[in-house]
């Protein structure tokens, strides 16, 4: 289970859960699941990227929890959720599988919910896309930072030009087990410089560091090796709720062509955002920016949880 070495102080510090919740998915895995906000409020489902946990969406979860029902999760092996036992629980069924478990947890049989997926997280919603248990959910989808296939040969991470020996340097540190060490000055110039846009704040810098500094070394390589042979393309098409896009114009992990090719292959694109100067992490980042799109799917696509009790009066 990952260390847990978030800020602890701070806009970045991740607030106290209203309920915490367990989810079981297809193959016995476990998943730690929070639940901010009012009962009864519209819903939202934040699904994180590689080597993060729910300590990354703290600046959404503090200033959407006023008004809106928000549900995060640890995917497996990160934040409190346990590693997967063996390589076979490393796949992207396996994110897939996560998800329609936190959803069938979190939310009422039909209760729809806006999905925001960040990096990895986006990939989780799309490689979701077409499956009836996740749909049943989706009222409308927010993919930031994020891509479908060839994101070691697309990566910007590695100064090179690009080519073969880029995408194969590139392709090496997704594979890699290699520990991160302590979080340092040098472990954040080097997070700032990959993850992020060169305007970043120390105390967003720090507040991702931390997190990902805290991910398993074996975890990180497990979903670094699924990420590298990653091809969910064609899944994009299937994805026929509401969607938009957001992309920083610095970001280096998954370049604004990565989004450029999501959002001109949705069916229903209703808005896509390029970020200036930012970089990959776009809820840290930018998180104004990303919580305003949240709201705003949610006020045209969402509406409040209707309970069983309503739903037979109106009967």
Known sequence: ??????????????????????????????????????????????VHGWTCSTAFWAAQIRELARDHRVIAYDQRGHGRSPAPAGPTGYSVG?????????????????EQAVLVGHSMGGMTLMAAAGRPKVAEHAAAVLLCSTGTVRLAALSKVIPLRAGRLRTRLTRGLLHSAAPLGPVTPLARRIMRYATMGPGSSAVKTDACTRIVH????????????????????????????????????????????????????????????????????????????????????????????????????GA
């Not at 806009?11 to 699941?33: F, I, K, M, N, W």
């Not at 610095?250 to 370049?255: E, G, K, L, Q, V």
């Not at 920016?289 to 949240?294: E, F, G, R």
Request: proline letters at 9%; hydrophobic letters at 50%; charged letters at 20%.
């Open 1 to 46: 289970m990952s260390r847990l070495m978030h800020v602890t102080s701070g806009p970045y510090a991740p607030p106290v859960a209203a309920r915490e919740l367990a989810a079981v998915s297809t193959d016995g895995s476990r998943l730690h699941v929070e639940v901010h906000g009012p009962d009864g409020a519209p819903a939202v489902v934040l």
């Open 94 to 110: 396996a994110l897939v599988d996560d998800l329609e478990a936190v959803l069938a947890t979190a939310l009422e049989p039909g």
């Open 214 to 313: 805290a991910c398993p070394r074996r975890v990180r390589q497990g979903w670094g090796r699924v990420l590298a042979a990653l091809d969910i393309e064609a899944n994009v098409a299937k994805l026929t709720v509401p969607t938009a896009v957001i992309v920083g114009t610095a970001d280096r992990m998954t370049p604004p062509e990565a989004a450029e090719a999501i959002a001109a292959a949705l069916p229903d694109c209703v808005d896509f955002a390029r970020l200036p100067g930012i970089g990959h992490m776009t809820p840290v980042e930018a998180p104004d920016l990303v919580t305003a799109q949240i709201r705003r799917l949610v006020a045209a696509h969402a509406l409040a949880r209707t309970t069983h009790a309503e739903v037979k009066e």
